[in-house]
């Protein structure tokens, strides 16, 4: 006998239908369902900080402006700050930050900034964050088409090749909050320009360039052949990172987010102070950008 469905399963099955249409809309509008995805991350973590952790509130920080109008704001982001809180309802992020900056009060105002990229707590460097409603959806859009062009400056064990190119994907370990190379990952795809080596501490100086944005995918990605990034507690070499805190008083992962490019735009980040006159010690010269 043919069991009869209840009206919550009824229910079910008419908006699963519903979502599978509307999903199809999305696709034909803005590009691929990975894209959609990003999107709908972004959106979620702008609800998780206003509505799940209980808002966010102004914090008198020091920021450092790149570019500031009235559709997005591009700053140079320090290592050791987080972007925008957490499930901890962190109190002096980025975000935090750029509220004060604004003059912003409540967690309802129509231009609350957006975060567009994102940066590891201990990487420095490029972000970007949207402000007006057209700025936000054109951003969006962007970002879901991979037409940000994202370019880091890294300081990695051992002597690199001099044009790389790493195509390993990328999957999160489901032990530990880490990533791994695995055949059943999504496609990740990096490559890296060496700009000098250094025999004696046996460091290369590479540019990176990251054609999608997996998380950590710097990180793993140069770990994964063998050369790790110099200060990376998680994908790094414990003898290394001592060595260069003891020598050089490194206290942080050697990784920086130099450049930022989408359309004619064009933003640049110079390194932190420390890593610049670690860079000048190991390659004699003044990095050209």
């Known amino acids: 006998m043919k069991q009869k469905k209840s009206h919550w399963q009824k229910k079910k099955r008419k908006l699963l239908r519903r979502w599978g249409h509307q999903k199809n809309i999305l696709k034909k509008h803005f590009g691929s369902w990975e894209g959609i995805k990003k999107l709908f991350f972004h959106y979620w973590i702008q609800m998780r900080i206003f509505i799940g952790v209980g808002g966010i509130k102004p914090y008198k920080m020091t920021l450092h402006m790149l570019e500031q109008n ?21 109190p002096d992020t980025i975000l935090n930050g750029l509220l004060f900056h604004l003059g912003m009060t409540g967690n309802k105002h129509p231009n609350m900034p957006g975060p567009v990229s994102r940066l590891d707590r201990d990487t420095s460097g490029v972000i970007l964050f949207a402000i007006s409603k057209p700025a936000k959806s054109e951003l969006g859009k962007i970002m879901m088409k991979r037409g940000f062009g994202k370019k880091y400056l890294t ?55 990251i054609l999608t944005g997996r998380m950590h995918q710097i990180r793993i990605h140069m770990s994964s052949i063998g050369h790790p990034v110099v200060g990376d507690i998680l994908y790094g070499d414990e003898k290394m ?9 490194l206290k942080r992962q050697f990784l920086h987010a130099h450049q930022l490019t989408w359309d004619d735009k064009k933003f640049i980040a110079p390194l932190p102070e420390l890593c610049e006159k670690i860079r000048q010690a190991l390659s004699k010269s003044t990095f050209i950008t």
């Open 155 to 209: 300081l990695v064990i051992g002597k690199t090749e001099q044009k790389g190119e790493i195509t390993s994907p990328l999957i999160k370990r489901t032990d530990r909050n880490l990533m791994k190379v695995d055949e059943n990952g999504k496609d990740s795809h990096t490559k890296f320009n060496t700009l000098f080596y250094n025999k004696e501490e046996n460091v290369s100086f590479v540019e990176v360039e």
């Open 241 to 249: 990172n001592k060595h260069f805190a003891s020598t050089y008083n």
């Open 70 to 90: 009235a559709d997005f704001i591009v700053l140079n982001k320090p290592a050791g700050a987080l972007v925008h809180p957490t499930k901890f309802n962190d």
